[in-house]
């Protein structure tokens, strides 16, 4: 594909590229790109809000350029302090190790596996000694790092700002020129630190990244941005069914841009769209279903969402009970505690647990349950469900 074939497809759905025209140059190379992500391993899903800038590197595998997915082992113990209030808590190294192998299998689930480097900053952070950090500290002013808006912010109102957070975009940029990046994807949070790369990469006499931001999607609530700290996120390892019923929750405010960045939809599918919500002639209900339906399928495949969709209908629309559903063991004691019994059996905690039973989203058989304590033969056999979408047979 020419570069000028390139360019519009690569530009689709962005929300900035800086420096613009650098991009269409470098496309004309003649050479496949180096096209730099870094993610840090802080939580143990990948969401579809990191989907999204993974899927637009994705697009320049398709277009024979090599994705340089960097995971950022080391970066993520330092902490990323973009748009944060207050200094960030310090994860351990054990916690991102763990972190980092659970996420890199989802990474792949997005990602092709041909012109794709999988890196870890440890590999060159980590071997950086005093006077390569020195080097790379005097590619910054205190002036230029106190332009950041959070910074500017913090320091105004007296917040503490510690070295180490000066340190993190220096960093992510000494990735870059690791790497030999040509582009750096990353969310629009993300733009002062791709920025900073491009002044790490002169430093070290290279010719600068290009720095390309992807829109946040906001969560499931429809108000802020996905975020598994704040619990409005979908995997894209979780199970059709749940895919499917958590879309489905989704605020009608918000299909538009779901659909345009959680389902990537072109332009004019999503303008003809918006068209039929605003004239009536498309019911927000059906269309939410299509909604839920194209996410599904993006990770799954069509007839997994077909089936997601199925399932969804049997158990909200049809009060019924999923086919496909876990088994657990009660034990051998005859009185069982329902707080317990629902913690144990859901992998929730205590508190959640009691927190549901009191809120009267515990039933058995699809009748609510109130009982702190039931008999074990009033159990077995039968399907305990908690909320809308998590259900499990009680077996003896």
């Given at each position: 594909?020419?570069?000028?074939?390139?360019?519009?497809?690569?530009?689709?759905?962005?929300?900035?590229?800086?420096p613009?025209?650098?991009?269409?140059?470098?496309?004309?190379?003649?050479?496949?790109?180096?096209?730099?992500?870094?993610?840090?391993?802080?939580?143990?899903?990948?969401?579809?809000?990191?989907?999204?800038?993974?899927?637009?590197?994705?697009?320049?595998?398709?277009?024979?350029?090599?994705?340089?997915?960097?995971?950022?082992?080391?970066?993520?113990?330092?902490?990323?302090?973009?748009?944060?209030?207050?200094?960030?808590?310090?994860?351990?190294?054990?916690?991102?190790?763990?972190?980092?192998?659970?996420?890199?299998?989802?990474?792949?689930?997005?990602?092709?596996?041909?012109?794709?480097?999988?890196?870890?900053?440890s590999?060159?952070?980590?071997?950086?000694?005093?006077?390569?950090?020195?080097?790379?500290?005097?590619?910054?002013?205190?002036?230029?790092?106190?332009?950041?808006?959070?910074f500017?912010?913090?320091?105004?109102?007296?917040?503490?700002?510690?070295?180490?957070e000066?340190l993190?975009?220096?960093?992510?940029?000494?990735?870059?020129?690791?790497?030999?990046?040509?582009?750096?994807?990353?969310?629009?949070?993300?733009?002062?630190?791709?920025?900073?790369?491009?002044?790490?990469?002169?430093?070290?006499?290279?010719?600068?990244?290009?720095?390309?931001?992807?829109?946040?999607?906001?969560?499931?609530?429809?108000?802020?941005?996905?975020?598994?700290?704040?619990?409005?996120?979908?995997?894209?390892?979780?199970?059709?069914?749940?895919?499917?019923?958590?879309?489905?929750?989704?605020p009608?405010?918000?299909?538009?841009?779901?659909?345009?960045?959680?389902?990537?939809?072109?332009?004019?599918?999503?303008?003809?769209?918006?068209?039929?919500?605003?004239?009536?002639?498309?019911?927000?209900?059906?269309?939410?279903?299509?909604?839920?339906?194209?996410?599904?399928?993006?990770?799954?495949?069509?007839?997994?969402?077909?089936?997601?969709?199925?399932?969804?209908?049997?158990?909200?629309?049809?009060?019924?009970?999923?086919?496909?559903?876990?088994?657990?063991?009660?034990?051998?004691d005859?009185?069982?505690?329902?707080?317990?019994?629902?913690?144990?059996?859901?992998?929730?905690?205590?508190?959640?647990?009691?927190?549901l039973?009191?809120?009267?989203?515990?039933?058995?058989?699809?009748?609510?349950?109130?009982?702190?304590?039931?008999?074990?033969?009033?159990l077995?056999?039968?399907?305990?469900?908690?909320?809308?979408?998590?259900?499990?047979?009680?077996?003896?």
């Amino acid at each position: 594909m020419r570069p000028d074939e390139q360019l519009p497809l690569l530009l689709r759905h962005t929300d900035q590229v800086v420096p613009a025209e650098d991009l269409s140059r470098k496309l004309e190379l003649g050479r496949p790109l180096r096209v730099k992500l870094g993610l840090d391993p802080t939580a143990p899903s990948v969401t579809l809000g990191w989907a999204v800038v993974l899927r637009k590197l994705r697009n320049f595998q398709e277009m024979g350029h090599i994705a340089v997915l960097i995971v950022g082992d080391f970066t993520a113990r330092v902490g990323d302090p973009s748009l944060q209030s207050d200094t960030r808590k310090r994860l351990t190294a054990e916690e991102v190790n763990g972190y980092a192998e659970n996420v890199l299998s989802q990474f792949r689930k997005v990602l092709l596996p041909d012109n794709l480097e999988i890196r870890r900053n440890s590999d060159w952070l980590g071997a950086l000694d005093m006077g390569g950090l020195l080097e790379l500290t005097s590619a910054a002013t205190v002036a230029q790092m106190l332009e950041r808006s959070d910074f500017a912010n913090r320091y105004q109102e007296g917040t503490p700002i510690s070295v180490m957070e000066f340190l993190y975009p220096l960093l992510q940029g000494y990735d870059s020129v690791a790497v030999e990046a040509d582009v750096e994807l990353g969310g629009t949070d993300q733009l002062w630190n791709l920025m900073m790369g491009r002044v790490v990469q002169e430093r070290y006499g290279m010719s600068p990244q290009v720095a390309m931001t992807m829109p946040l999607l906001v969560g499931t609530d429809g108000a802020k941005k996905m975020s598994q700290s704040l619990g409005n996120y979908i995997g894209v390892e979780d199970e059709p069914s749940e895919m499917f019923g958590k879309t489905m929750s989704l605020p009608d405010s918000a299909m538009s841009e779901w659909f345009r960045l959680a389902a990537d939809f072109d332009s004019t599918e999503l303008e003809e769209i918006e068209a039929g919500l605003a004239v009536g002639t498309l019911h927000p209900g059906e269309t939410k279903r299509r909604l839920a339906r194209a996410v599904t399928a993006l990770y799954w495949g069509d007839e997994k969402a077909v089936a997601a969709e199925a399932e969804f209908d049997q158990v909200f629309k049809h009060g019924g009970i999923p086919d496909d559903i876990d088994v657990f063991s009660l034990g051998q004691d005859q009185k069982i505690q329902v707080p317990g019994l629902i913690r144990d059996a859901m992998g929730l905690s205590g508190s959640e647990a009691r927190r549901l039973l009191a809120q009267g989203a515990v039933k058995l058989d699809g009748e609510l349950v109130e009982a702190q304590e039931l008999p074990r033969e009033a159990l077995v056999g039968r399907v305990l469900q908690v909320g809308k979408r998590r259900f499990v047979r009680l077996v003896a």
